[in-house]
């Protein structure tokens, strides 16, 4: 009788990553701060650069970030990684492993497994089969079944399509950063260059608990708001428009009250706001 090799979503290391960190990307585009900070707390405390869940998580991101390569290279890397999957991390993996599933299970529940639906579902079961073929004694029919896996994933690495370039962030995993910015940029559409960089320093902070970038970035924005309203206030269409200039002027008073020093992840919203005002009157002009 033929026998496939099993893949377990709980045991895929990539998978609970990628989980994890949409999980902190929903909670920020849903103000769900308890949520975020859970997910936040337990992605930091368990994968520490070091660990065994940070090594196996590396020889995932050695093959899913390898895009356009030969097929030799493609090979070669394979032959790298399955190396690498019977190093010394492998004899901590499954204590560590056990102890992220115990804390995903009681702190954000079974059901977190089946919250996110990943396009990239199918490549991450794939390497992690090919990664417990690696360490493992398998049958004949696994044997096969592992060979046929790692030809799916050399012809994965041999195709063009290039990997985003991740958004650079020393403290939270860039692609947080990266999805909870798209998806709070779709939710308020209409954003410029200056408002989405806001909006980024708005998740980085969310995400980190650490608002000083946040205020800093806010102060800087306040003020070239209302320089920026206050200079439409000077245009010839706002001087021949009383209740034009009159608005621009209250507007402006708006923002420069705005209390960004004890309140701005609050007073983020306001200002991103104004910015799109902002936008919107240059297109205009």
């Known amino acids: 009788m033929s026998s496939k090799l099993k893949h377990h979503k709980k045991k895929n290391v990539g998978l609970i990553h990628e989980f994890l960190l949409r999980k902190m990307a929903s909670s920020v585009v849903s103000s769900d701060r308890e949520g975020c900070r859970v997910a936040c707390s337990i992605f930091s405390r368990r994968f520490p650069p070091g660990s065994a869940l940070a090594k196996e998580r590396e020889l995932f991101d050695a093959i899913v970030g390898t895009r356009g390569a030969s097929e030799s290279v493609a090979r070669g890397i394979l032959n790298e990684v399955a190396a690498a999957a019977r190093g010394p991390h492998s004899f901590l993996l499954d204590a560590e492993r056990s102890e992220l599933i115990s804390e995903v299970d009681s702190?954000?529940?079974?059901?977190?497994?089946?919250?996110?639906?990943?396009?990239?579902?199918?490549?991450?079961?794939?390497?992690?089969?090919?990664?417990d073929s690696a360490r493992g004694r398998n049958t004949l029919s696994e044997g096969i079944h592992a060979v046929r896996i790692q030809d799916g994933l050399v012809s994965y690495m041999m195709s063009s399509l290039a990997p985003a370039e991740?958004?650079?962030?020393r403290r939270v995993d860039a692609l947080a950063c990266e999805i909870a910015v798209q998806k709070m940029s779709q939710k308020y559409?209409?954003?410029?260059?200056?408002?989405?960089?806001?909006l980024g320093t708005y998740v980085r902070s969310m995400l980190s608990e650490d608002v000083a970038p946040l205020r800093e970035h806010a102060r800087t924005d306040r003020q070239?708001?209302?320089?920026?309203?206050?200079?439409?206030?000077?245009?010839?269409?706002?001087?021949g428009d009383p209740e034009m200039?009159?608005?621009?002027?209250e507007a402006r008073g708006i923002v420069e009250s705005l209390d960004v020093d004890s309140a701005p992840a609050e007073q983020m919203l306001e200002l991103l706001n104004y910015w799109k005002l902002v936008e919107e009157i240059r297109s205009d002009v």
Not at 107 to 131: K, T
Not at 166 to 169: F, M, T
Not at 245 to 249: S, V
């Open 107 to 131: 702190r954000l529940g079974r059901g977190f497994y089946s919250e996110f639906r990943l396009p990239e579902y199918r490549l991450l079961a794939s390497v992690q089969l090919f990664i």
């Open 166 to 169: 991740p958004v650079e962030d």
């Open 189 to 198: 559409s209409g954003l410029g260059p200056r408002a989405v960089s806001l």
């Open 224 to 239: 070239e708001v209302a320089d920026e309203l206050a200079a439409f206030a000077l245009s010839p269409e706002a001087k």
């Open 245 to 249: 200039a009159g608005r621009l002027a």
